[in-house]
């Protein structure tokens, strides 16, 4: 890890690219996930069934090109999340976030574990009190 350092210290636009994308990726977690919260129905994680949006009615290109976006959104919130596990954020709930956007298999289970986290569902529902919106219904097992 010491090298790691070593290096960003020897490359200084390199550090100040980090310093800015961080900062970035924090004050964009700040206003990015109040709305993603209080996106979601409050019955989220109680079903097993993963949910089917209306919006893949549409016409095929627009159902890829709205699928590549949303995994590109959450692919993007991956690693802002994963960043901000170290650097300054909301790590865990930018990754939750992730999580919902992304397709991938298994990803179900893991949202629901996570958010049977009590304090994780705590900050959950406080962005929701916060936007006028029911709480999430803790999973179900």
């Given at each position: 890890m010491r090298a790691l350092y070593d290096w960003i210290a020897s490359h200084p636009a390199l550090s100040g690219a980090l310093v800015a994308a961080s900062l970035a990726t924090f004050v964009?977690?700040?206003l990015a996930l109040p709305w993603l919260v209080a996106r979601l129905p409050a019955d989220y994680f109680v079903g097993r069934a993963s949910?089917?949006?209306?919006?893949?009615?549409?016409h095929p290109v627009l159902v890829l090109v709205l699928v590549v976006l949303k995994n590109a959104l959450g692919l993007v919130l991956l690693l802002a999340g994963l960043a901000m596990l170290v650097l300054p954020g909301q790590g865990i709930l930018t990754l939750l976030a992730a999580l919902v956007l992304l397709d991938l298999p298994g990803k179900r289970a893991l949202e629901r574990r996570v958010v049977a986290w009590p304090r994780v569902l705590a900050a959950l529902n406080w962005l929701r009190r916060r936007a006028g919106r029911e709480p999430l219904l803790p999973p179900a097992d």
């Amino acid at each position: 890890m010491r090298a790691l350092y070593d290096w960003i210290a020897s490359h200084p636009a390199l550090s100040g690219a980090l310093v800015a994308a961080s900062l970035a990726t924090f004050v964009g977690s700040l206003l990015a996930l109040p709305w993603l919260v209080a996106r979601l129905p409050a019955d989220y994680f109680v079903g097993r069934a993963s949910r089917r949006g209306a919006w893949r009615d549409q016409h095929p290109v627009l159902v890829l090109v709205l699928v590549v976006l949303k995994n590109a959104l959450g692919l993007v919130l991956l690693l802002a999340g994963l960043a901000m596990l170290v650097l300054p954020g909301q790590g865990i709930l930018t990754l939750l976030a992730a999580l919902v956007l992304l397709d991938l298999p298994g990803k179900r289970a893991l949202e629901r574990r996570v958010v049977a986290w009590p304090r994780v569902l705590a900050a959950l529902n406080w962005l929701r009190r916060r936007a006028g919106r029911e709480p999430l219904l803790p999973p179900a097992d």
